[in-house]
């Protein structure tokens, strides 16, 4: 078992150093090609679509056929060829294939790696064998960062799709040695362990890792949202549902907007790798922390604290960033990046908490496909808003309705709480 996990836990860094990669360079380069906010949040937005379809459809094929290796594979094969694909295009056009195909792809390798993590070690050594995988994903996005600020110093941003494509080349030879595992566990059993509900959604940064769907969710098992809107309240957990939504709706337009919101001030592609390298390295901290201020404060306040430097980082954004130049430009700029991550920190460990807790037994696998049906929207959403309000407006305008949605989830999430400490289920 122990040779399997060593194998296996190889393909990990190299694949996300390509993928934190493209998450990063894909937009700069659009932006180099003569994009701008609206050619950017069109590929981001087309890019999670894609990962919500993926999410689903690796998930089918993992629990028909427990084709881990060939999954990857497949998945590993398609991404180096779209790295390839994009050092050689010259026009913004086929990014719009690229993008959501790299999404629908880079999808897959979730999946597999929680199924491996089950598969290859006792169930109580999950626990230890999820945070190797998390610490090494974390790894691989600082290595994609600081491999991005060097090679951008010296070369043109083109080239960085090589490395990109280097290291997918090296998680196809490393998944080429994955063995067969002796018994197969279904995705379900997961969503049953409150270690792998904290992987889902607190072992990395970029948000697609949040869209899990154990079962394909139908207009009924939308019951407790649906009646929110009609003015009743069938279960505290639609206020849950609804909250996330707004959450990853309000993020999503600050991070959208965020690269070229820095390249309009002039930043090279190089400093804007080096932001992004502060605000993992910063995230990947804080991680270690935020389990210890839950356990001290309780999941409930832990999520209400986490809003304030959300916010906070979306303000300063919005209406300090803008007021310096030079080295107090970056200095504001880091301090939003590095409060955004912080709050999503806090945020994303104990909302796993509460959403475990609130999910009534047995019906594991239905509510947490429509937490990330509400999730996917909400990025979508996110994504195209950002463009729209800032072609319209500006990117003040846009910072402002980011942080106010994110109020608005705020005000949901109070809602929550009160229905959930007074009973009141009808």
Known sequence: MESINKRWLGFILPSNIAAEGLHTVIPLFVIRLGGGISEVSVMIAIHYGAAALGSIFWGKILDKYHAKKAVLLATFSIILFCCLWLYNTTKIEPIYIISPLSGFFLTARGPVT?????????????????????????????????????????????QYFMICALATAVSIAISLQISKTH??????????????????????????????????????????????????????????????????????????ALTPFLKSFGLSDSTVFLLYLT?????????????????????????????????????????????????????????????????????????????????PKGFEGTYLGVNSSMVGMGVFGGALTAGFVTRTFNYPATFLISSLVLFGSVVLFRMYLYHKLSGRIL
């Not at 169930?123 to 090679?151: E, H, Y």
């Not at 996330?244 to 959208?256: A, E, K, M, P």
């Open 183 to 256: 018994f197969h566990i279904e995705r379900n059993t997961l969503v049953q362990s409150m270690h792998g509900m904290q992987h889902i959604f607190s072992s990395h940064l970029r948000m697609h890792n949040h869209l899990f769907f154990p079962k394909i969710p139908e207009l009924y098992d939308f019951k407790h949202i649906l009646s929110l809107l009609k003015g009743k309240v069938s279960h505290e957990i639609g206020f849950l549902f609804l909250t996330n939504f707004l959450f990853y709706f309000g993020s999503n337009i600050y991070f959208t």
């Open 279 to 359: 605000q993992t390295g910063t995230m990947a901290g804080f991680f270690f922390l935020a389990p210890k201020i839950i356990a001290r404060m309780g999941e409930e306040r832990s999520t209400m604290m986490a809003y304030v430097p959300r916010i906070t980082g979306v303000v300063i954004a919005g209406f300090v960033v803008t007021l310096f130049i030079g080295s107090g430009l970056l200095v504001a700029a880091i301090a939003s990046m590095c409060l955004m991550v912080v709050g999503f920190s806090i945020y994303s460990t104990s909302n796993s908490v509460l959403l475990f807790k609130a999910i």
């Open 114 to 158: 929680q199924m491996l993590v089950m598969e290859t070690s006792p169930n109580n050594q999950w626990s230890k064998l999820f945070a190797r995988t998390s610490i090494l994903s974390t790894l691989g996005s600082l290595a994609a960062m600081v491999i991005g600020a060097a090679w951008s110093f010296y070369f043109d941003t083109r």
